[in-house]
């Protein structure tokens, strides 16, 4: 079955802040953008990575998709210019301010709206949400498996043999498409951008699909259709019994040891 | 009428027979929950061979516990347990569901939340509940860590989170509580999945949990300079009795295993000493340390943020420390 198939592959990738351009500010307790540098989460490379790969063994179409704002546009490119072959930005006031219920419902619809897919691949989590939580909802809507924390893919003539590691071990597990995979970073090393691919990521029209497009109502899409909300943000704060301990570093030693017999603790 | 959604559930991994430590974690807080709500907690125990953990359970807080109880479920099938549990809760319609962050919690926990059209609150590391409305308060790092965010989902039921292990306290069992046991039979629709598990295989690789549960722990940051250091700092643990830590960029050079990681992406851990040398003390790192009753930091910078947290502070070059306090552990000094 996967042999003869001209798979259809859709990735989908998310447009996050550059951790190296950011930076908190401890008194005001808001982040701070030295730039507005931003770039495809981290783990979404590795998924466009396992589609190329798979793509390369049995042919196939890779579509990226992407919600976010208008300048999602560039994350979009940059996958282009990997080598994805369409691509379709999700974008519409109305999405702002989405929780991963509403962001599953938007990238679930535009799926939909695609010819036909047979494997679709996010990332494990993105590293600004850092949720994990958007790919296994994705898949329910979708109504099809969903294998997370995916490090290893082999092909068989009817299935996927995929390993998945967890946190205290691992499983090899087998499934049939259409399935949707979340994958770690140690699948494989993501490629660059390619000079061919640049020229074409400069000249493809990537549509941008709103609502209208989706037939999604605003109000279930975005901050209105998002069951849970923010009441609350803190800076946080540690209270300690602060004690610095002065003296040479031997006495600083003898100081700290006494104040832990002192605790019962050496 | 729509019936109300009473009860606060936790799904409990289980491993190898036995019920994971987020599960017990999960189970004292929900039973704190309940009494504050006036309701009752159930656990929830999928597996093979489960019906001794139902007692556990109870022990640990849960009022009502319902087993599914089947030779299929003996590994984790993400198909499997999704339909189980959405199934149950739409039949008998929680008011609360808690699972722990734990991969497989992870893994399925989202898809249940989107079968029933609810919100679903990841990694959390703190909850609590509105006496007056029921609405599950659930805090949870934001920004890198550089906030925590109260996050609630008042309109839409069940609400759901997942906790991130080791966070949340665990109650004494009381092996005297009593609690009602109900035996779910298993439904032969559950188990139709696409999903074939070849192989399952559970690390006995115990570093991660015995730095969790440590009673002391010494943590090394980038700060440790050399690997004669880093043995150093092994022999200062081994002679404190504690357990080997690490901050992230430590792990990332593989200096050191990932399962020792200690902070957001990493283990929380609740020990009575915890000592520093050569850690920052960034934000990510210091959720999972805060738990700690004694924290000693080691740190050349006067300026490092882990000294604003520190019971006791040491502005000094590990350097020097790791060999004084050999000497002075050995009883050399
Ligand atoms: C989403 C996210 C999640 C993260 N999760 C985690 C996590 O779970 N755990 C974690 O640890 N980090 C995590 N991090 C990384 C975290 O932000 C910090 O980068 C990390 O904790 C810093 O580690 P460190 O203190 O060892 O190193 P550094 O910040 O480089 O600090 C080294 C310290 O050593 C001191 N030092 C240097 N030489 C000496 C000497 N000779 N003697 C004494 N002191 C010396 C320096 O003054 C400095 O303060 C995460 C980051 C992100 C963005
Ligand atoms: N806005 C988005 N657009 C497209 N894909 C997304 C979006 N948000 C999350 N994803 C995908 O879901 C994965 C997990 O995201 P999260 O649940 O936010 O941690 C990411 O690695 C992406 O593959």
Redesign the interface.
Known sequence: MIEAKRLQIVVCIKQVPDAKSVRFDKETGTLVRESAAAVINPYDLHALEAGFGLREKLGGEITVISMGPPQAMDALREAVSMGADNAVLLSDRAFAGADTLATTRVLAAAINRLPGFDLVLCGKLTVDGDTAQVGPGLACRLNIPSITCVNHIDLEKEAMLLTRTYDDGQDVVKVKLPVLLTVNKSLNTPRLPSFKGKMRAKSLQIPVWGCAELGLEPAETGLAGSPTRVIKTEVVSFEAKKEMLTGTVQEQVNALLERLKAHGMA | MTQKNTGIWVWCET?ENAMTSVSRELLSEASRLALKRGTVTCALIFGSDIALLAKEAVSFGADRVYLVDHPALS??N??IF?AILTDLARQYRPEIILAGA???G??????V???L???????CIGLDIREEDGVL?QTR????????????????KPQMATVRPGVLKVSEPDHLRQGEVISVECNQEWLT???????????I?TG?SNLAEAE?VVCIGRGIGSGKNLEMAKEVAAL?HAEIGATRPITDEGLLDKALQIGQTGVNITP??YIGFGVSGA?PH??GI?NA????AVNKDPKAPI???????????VN??LP??LK??KGE?
């Open positions: 491993h590994s984790f993400d198909d999704t734990t991969d497989r992870l893994a399925f926990i989202p898809r939340a989107t079968s059209e609810t919100g679903l609150t990841a990694n308060l790092p934001a920004w890198e860590g550089n906030l925590m965010a109260t996050i609630v989902c008042a309109e839409q999945t696409n999903i074939e598990i070849i192989s399952s295989s559970r690390s690789n991660s002391a404190l009575r000493l934000m210091v959720i805060k009753e004694v924290i000693v000294f604003e947290m520190s019971t006791y502070g040491l502005v000094a070059d020097e420390v004084a306090m002075a552990l000094g």
